[in-house]
Structures are given as structure tokens and as C-alpha cells.
């Protein structure tokens, strides 16, 4: 997992804020003395809680960190950085995130004035920042010499400052003072420290925010393209997203087909006792099941499917089909579950049935194979099948090979339309 390096001039050309590599700054001082740069200095371990909350913070400093928690996008939260750093008497600082959404799950860099070309940096940039590091005195070790070469000039002084996520490692801070200037005194750390405690929680926000930005649009999409029924609710069993349709089905599952025509369609979807009960089933199934709290890239896990039917009052060849299943969306952030709704409206499989027992006795289908065609019929996937029929998975997709072979059918699609004549 590569490491995400940006540095942060004056006025950074936003058109390309988004490119992986590392953007220098002119600025950037390049120079460093060796010798000098052997300095060995203290490295601060300071946990998320380990700041006390009387600690001084000027009311100017406030205001910058409350800019910097309303920013939207990377570029904007770069500046911002920037802008908050800049009332502190620092000749550079740099920031290491942990892997995040915003930079597409791996660890993402934020300079300011150090030098670029740190060949270490370089290295961890190309091995990913685990690797790089390693564990335990190597990991410490690996730091110091790190900090050293990022160093501005020869002579600087610097402190590491490093912040913990519960279990999880945290977000570090490098900072910078010219060598004139002293070394950093006691409550001016504390107060670095803070601010820094407030920068990793800024951009916590700011990746959560970006997350869902993403999901929302992702899940509208895939609403708009659905050709059925579609809801997802979220752990409060809130709509997130909802298309016409099913709301339609909603009331028809409720009132019969007739009131379709007669009601006016809800604002939000007024799910029928049976939904409700389906969705209190697929959270406690998401509950008991064994996701970690975090995951290096997203991982998307679902639940068990829960089946419901209901058969529209008047029509006998009509019927509501609906399914239920938590999806869980995992990665550094932690997990958030929703539960995915969708509905459809099928026809009997009287019409159909004359055919297909046609062509059981003409190909010497067996009865289990016509449970798997029916099924096929209905659009139901391999898995779901296996779980209807309750067989094994490879099972399913031995009936469904030898269905096609005794039909001649090359795919589903084509045994389904072969059904259909």
C-alpha cells in the first residue's frame, strides 16, 4: 500500500490536487548539513486522551480550527492546515495520516517547508508505510532517523508528536523550529499537541464526510438504474434512498392494488409490519456476525437473504416479492451497516409451467433440476437458490450446468427464453 505524499505551497494549483504524486513546493528548503542532522531529539508519545482539556488554546487558534472542520475537500483542508500552522513560530511541519477514504485507503503525507527529497521518504513512499517501518525498535528508530532527514535546514529543532485511534495506530505529527529559535518549552508542546489532537479529528470528520458523499451518489445511481422496487435504511431504519416504485409497492403490499390509483404516494416509504420484522432480523443478523472494526480497503459484506411474498387481492396471477439483507460498508473509519429493500412484481408460474414440464419430459429433467429452473425462472441468483433449496452452492451450479446441457442452452438467459415459448 503505497504512501500518498503532498506538500503544501502557498497557492497550490487546485487542478491537479487530486494527481497520487508529490507536488513540491519552490519553497521547500533543500539544504541539510549531515552532521547536523545525526541531532538526536525527544520524541513526544502523547495519546489521543493524554492532552489535559484546560490546556491553553487562543481564541485565534479556535477560530482556524473551526475553518478547518467545516472543509469540504483536501485541497480546501490542505490550506486550512496550513493557515492554522502559520500563527505558530514553526520553520515546518509535517503530517502522516493513517490510510483513510479520502486517500483511497492508504496512509497520505501533508509537508510544509521540509525537504522533499528525504530518501527515506522517498522509500516509504514506494514500500508503503508499513513496511517500511516495521515493528517495535525498529518502527522507533526508523522515526527519529525520518524526522531528522525532513528536517529544513541544518540545525533545527524538532518534536514528533504521536496520537492513537483506540487499538488502531494514529496520526502523527512532525514539527519544526529554526535552530536559533530554542527548542520547543513545555506548555508551547502541550498546546501543539492539542491543536494536533484537533487537526486528526478535523480530518476524521472531513474523510467520514467525503465517505458518505460517495455512497449516497453511488447508491442514488444504482436506485435510479434498478428497475425495481429499492430502499436502504440506515442503522435508525431511516431512509437513505428510495425510488417511486417501491413506495408504489409499499402501499399496494399494504392496501391492495386498487389504492395505488386512489392515494397519494407518501413522502417516505411506510413499511408494513412484516418489513419491519424482517429488517429487526437482518440488524440482529448483523450484529452477531464477525466483522472487525476496521479494514485496510472497503470491504462490503451482506447478510442472510429474508424472502417475503405477498399475493395482490383480485389479481391470481400477481404477486409481491420482496427481499431483505443488512450490507455492511468496512474500512479504516469502522463499519457502518444499512439494510437493503428491494421488491418486485411477478407473475404466476401457471402460464409458464405447461412449458417447462414440456421440456422436463421431453430432456429428462429431474425434479430436483425443475426446483432449480423454477428458481431460475424467478431471477434468483446460484446462492440464492442454495439457500431456498437449502444445498450447497456448487450443487446449485451442477443443476443449473446440467439444465442447460439437456436444453441445449448455451446461458440462463437463453434457458429462460426457451421456458417463455
Not at 24 to 34: E, G, I, N, W, Y
Not at 85 to 110: E, K, M, N, T, V
Not at 128 to 155: C, I, N, V
Not at 359 to 370: C, D, P, T
Request: hydrophobic share 40%.
Amino acid at each position: 500500500m503505497a504512501l500518498v505524499l503532498r506538500a503544501v505551497a502557498s497557492a497550490p494549483d487546485l487542478s491537479t490536487a487530486y494527481e497520487p504524486e508529490f507536488r513540491v513546493s519552490k519553497r521547500t528548503a533543500l539544504d541539510r548539513d549531515q552532521e547536523h542532522g545525526r541531532e538526536r531529539a525527544a520524541t513526544a508519545q502523547i495519546g489521543m486522551n493524554g492532552v489535559p482539556p484546560s490546556t491553553g488554546i487562543s481564541g485565534q487558534v479556535l477560530e482556524h480550527l473551526l475553518g478547518l472542520a467545516l472543509q469540504s475537500s483536501l485541497p480546501g483542508y490542505e490550506q486550512g492546515l496550513k493557515s492554522l500552522l502559520d500563527l505558530f513560530d514553526l520553520a515546518a511541519w509535517a503530517c502522516l495520516f493513517p490510510p483513510s477514504f479520502s486517500a483511497g485507503g492508504r496512509h497520505l503525507f501533508i509537508a510544509h517547508n521540509t525537504r522533499s527529497d528525504a530518501p527515506l521518504l522517498q522509500r516509504a513512499s514506494k514500500e508503503g508505510w508499513e513496511k517500511f517501518m516495521g515493528e517495535g525498535e525498529q518502527a522507533a528508530k526508523r522515526l527519529h532517523h525520518l524526522a531528522a532527514e525532513l528536517a529544513p535546514a541544518p540545525g533545527s529543532r524538532w518534536r514528533v508528536i504521536q496520537f492513537s485511534r483506540g487499538r488502531q495506530p494514529g496520526f502523527t505529527f512532525f514539527v519544526y523550529r529554526r535552530a536559533d529559535g530554542g527548542d520547543f518549552p513545555p506548555l508551547e508542546l502541550e498546546v501543539i499537541a492539542e491543536v494536533g489532537r484537533q487537526v486528526d479529528r478535523c480530518f476524521l470528520a472531513l474523510a467520514r464526510q467525503q465517505e458518505q458523499e460517495f455512497f449516497s451518489g453511488l447508491f442514488r445511481l444504482v436506485c435510479d438504474l434498478h428497475p425495481d422496487g429499492l430502499c436502504v435504511l440506515d442503522r435508525r431504519r431511516r431512509a437513505v434512498l428510495e425510488n417511486k416504485l417501491f413506495r408504489t409497492q409499499m402501499l399496494v403490499w399494504e392496501h391492495g392494488p386498487e389504492t395505488a390509483a386512489q392515494i397519494n404516494l407518501p413522502r417516505q416509504t411506510e413499511l408494513p409490519a412484516v418489513w419491519q420484522q424482517a429488517c429487526d432480523e437482518a440488524f440482529a443478523a448483523y450484529q452477531q456476525s464477525p466483522l472487525s472494526s476496521a479494514a485496510a480497503r472497503l470491504v462490503v459484506s451482506q447478510g442472510p437473504v429474508v424472502y417475503l411474498e405477498q399475493r395482490l387481492a383480485g389479481a391470481t396471477e400477481e404477486m409481491l416479492e420482496g427481499t431483505v439483507r443488512y450490507l455492511a460498508l468496512q474500512n479504516t473509519l469502522g463499519v457502518v451497516p444499512y439494510v437493503l429493500l428491494t421488491c418486485t412484481l411477478k407473475r404466476s408460474q401457471a402460464r409458464r409451467r405447461p412449458s417447462l414440464e414440456r421440456m422436463a419430459s421431453q430432456h429428462g429433467i429431474s425434479a430436483r433440476e425443475m426446483d432449480v429452473a423454477r428458481l431460475v425462472l424467478e431471477g434468483a441468483s446460484a446462492a440464492e437458490i442454495g439457500q431456498r433449496l437449502k444445498v450447497a452452492l456448487p450443487t446449485v451450479k451442477t443443476h443449473i450446468r446440467q439444465l442447460l446441457r439437456k436444453t441445449g442452452a448455451k446461458t440462463r438467459l437463453q434457458f429462460v427464453s426457451l421456458c417463455h415459448r
